[in-house]
T-cell receptor
Framework: DTGVSQDPRHKITKRGQNVTFRCDPI?????LYWYRQTLGQGPEFLTY????????KSRLLSDRFSAERPKGSFSTLEIQRTEQGDSAMYLC?????????????FGEGSRLTVL | DAKTTQPTSMDCAEGRAANLPCNHS???????VYWYRQIHSQGPQYIIH???NNETNEMASLIITEDRKSSTLILPHATLRDTAVYYC???????????FGKGTSLLVTP
């Protein structure tokens, strides 16, 4: 499968624990995005990378959240000291800059449940 | 980015055309109209986008009014697998993020 892959697909954790999600974009895609989606809402933008550079962060990305893309390939999203309000689907998307700029390719998402 | 307004939900009979409207009265000249859909428990999927001309691809047609203040996504022969939430998004071409709203929940019935 050459699409965007995310791991794990589901994560249940206790409040206060740290969690990390991984995203592997489509191999030649240099732009990578993280979104969060809560029940009944559309996806909300969190942050985006061009290659290894994090170029934009939403105000939704609190200090407890950190995202990296160390070699411009896969990316990780870490949430520290999780809260129940962090329960959501975390979606990763990628695209190739300059080509059909609106067409983001999304992964299946990582669903987080904080107890 | 301009805001969009979509109906919360719509029904369509299988085999009929599904016409999903979107209002974007504050759209500016350099903003495109994008449509995505999200089938339950999956990530969003790109459908189509356009600036001012009508567009068609293998999935759907996009009709944009002459004043560009509204558009309609047409699924010409809806199937049960088209049941999904459809998002209309307006954004400049080079923008970094898509701002999804709540979309329209389309139910295709047998």
């Amino acid at each position: 499968d050459t699409g965007v892959s995310q791991d794990p697909r589901h994560k249940i954790t206790k409040r206060g624990q740290n969690v990390t999600f991984r995203c592997d974009p489509i191999s030649e895609h240099n732009r990578l995005y993280w979104y969060r989606q809560t029940l009944g809402q559309g996806p909300e933008f969190l942050t985006y990378f061009q290659n290894e550079a994090q170029l934009e962060k939403s105000r939704l990305l609190s200090d407890r959240f950190s995202a990296e893309r160390p070699k411009g390939s896969f990316s990780t999203l870490e949430i520290q000291r999780t809260e129940q309000g962090d329960s959501a689907m975390y979606l990763c998307a990628s695209r190739l800059a300059g080509v059909k700029a609106g067409e983001l390719f999304f992964g299946e998402g990582s669903r987080l449940t904080v107890l | 980015d301009a805001k969009t307004t979509q109906p919360t939900s719509m029904d369509c009979a299988e085999g009929r055309a599904a016409n999903l409207p979107c209002n974007h009265s504050t759209i500016s000249g350099n903003e495109y109209v994008y449509w995505y859909r999200q089938i339950h428990s999956q990530g969003p999927q790109y459908i189509i986008h356009g600036l001012k001309n009508n567009e068609t691809n293998e999935m759907a047609s996009l009709i944009i009014t002459e004043d560009r203040k509204s558009s309609t996504l047409i699924l010409p022969h809806a199937t049960l697998r088209d049941t999904a939430v459809y998002y209309c998004i307006v954004r400049v071409f080079s923008g970094y993020a898509l701002n999804f709203g709540k979309g329209t929940s389309l139910l295709v019935t047998p």
